[in-house]
């Protein structure tokens, strides 16, 4: 057995990425397990009845009394979750892990939190509700193709609000007779514009030079956007300001909007990109991230 013990992930975040989660010392899983279109309509009648769900638990739930930590990704707020996994292993360490802010999810309540540890990629959050810190990751067993460049710039998301932030920036670029890619997502739910998956982005995103990240107001969290500009090398375009005190900061591979002068952006794009030391990157490794929650 691995020195830090057996982990439980409880995931509900891209999809992609749970291959990569399991490994020797880690076993990830959805909460709820997959089942036909019928029944998923009988589970939700079972939960507008506030009726137990721990019928529809993944697998896992038979492996409780193998594992040392649970880590429990956000939202997810239900008490009789967190109840059962306490009853069949009463010694587990649960993590409750936010790798959103929690002005999107809610803080859970007083008894959902009883004997649970509230960890949080957000700094100020971090601070703000008592919680501990952990950087956002990524896998450097990712790999993406090696494609002729097409595009100066791409963003890739849902709206969240950003659109007209996001086209006042395109305007910038287009201006500059820079080429971007925007596949820009409704909030609206029966919007026939669909998510593209992360495999099919990957491939996008091995044809630009730069990333375009908005990060919401008031998060300090760094988004999914800076950890693929560090693992594959691709430059950034951010609104984040406080990007420039990370340790893998440098003014040639990121560009900061609302600090750098956006006359200089065509001249930013053409520069190549400055390789970041190895040990800065592998601290968002996946595997940094785990053993971080063996640090406090």
Known sequence: MNKRGRFLILYNSVPFFLDYLNSSCVSASWVLKEIPLPLKIVRRVTRWLN????IWYGTWKKNLKQFDTVIIFAPCTEL???????????NVRIIYWYWNPVFGIGIPDNNTINNVELWSFDSNDCIKYGMSFNT???FKEI??????????SIF???????????????????????KTFLYLIPDRPNSKKKKIPYNQYLEIL???????????LGQSGLTLRPMESIFFEKKIITTDITISAQ?????????ILGKDSTDNLKRFIATPY??????IVDRYDFNSWLERFNSK
């Open 247 to 255: 340790d893998f900061y440098n003014p040639q591979n990121i560009f």
């Open 206 to 216: 091995s044809k630009t030079k730069t990333i375009i990240d908005i990060t919401a």
């Open 274 to 279: 400055k390789p970041i030391a190895k040990d």
């Open 51 to 54: 009726l137990s769900q721990t």
């Open 80 to 90: 009789e979750l967190i109840s059962y996994i306490k009853k069949k292993n009463a």
């Open 156 to 178: 890739v998301g849902k709206d969240k609000g950003r659109e007209a932030e996001l086209k006042s920036i395109v305007e910038i670029l287009n201006s500059q007779e820079l």
């Open 136 to 138: 956002t990751f990524y």
């Open 143 to 152: 790999k993406i193709p090696e494609n002729r460049i097409e595009y100066d």
